[in-house]
């Protein structure tokens, strides 16, 4: 299965994302502080650890932190409708493949959270036991 690839929205030619959860940056001709132009080689961007995996997008300042699994949506789904989140389908933040997205409702998610054993209230019963 090979990946496949579209352009983040907001950021058409600049930034694209994959069914499989990367993002990289697109070959462009990057304008200098001094006003001279250079080009710049796209590459794959290397998320960094917060809560979630995020990203820096940056055409201009101020550079923008966005989580790579709302992205990946984003490119792949459409814009997050109102009152929904971004859910990892198996609870695991570091899956951001397509597969395992999807919006839903936060009692959607936290209904997965239970259906995965991975809920607070489970956790605590088990340590418990």
Known sequence: MSERWKA???YEGRYEAS???RIRSLDRIATLVDGRTRKQRGRILRP?????????????????????HSLVLAAFVGPRPE???????????????LANLA????????LDSVRNGTHGSLKQGRDAA
């Not at 960094?48 to 790579?68: D, I, M």
């Not at 009152?83 to 493949?97: A, F, I, S």
């Not at 919006?103 to 936290?110: K, P």
């Open 8 to 10: 983040i929205p907001g």
């Open 19 to 21: 069914d499989m959860g």
């Open 48 to 68: 960094t650890k917060r809560r979630y995996w995020c990203v820096c997008l940056s055409e201009v300042r101020p550079r923008k932190f966005a989580t790579v």
């Open 83 to 97: 009152g929904m989140v971004g859910r990892h389908l198996d609870d695991n933040r570091d899956d951001n493949g």
């Open 103 to 110: 919006y839903g409702t936060q009692s959607d998610n936290m």
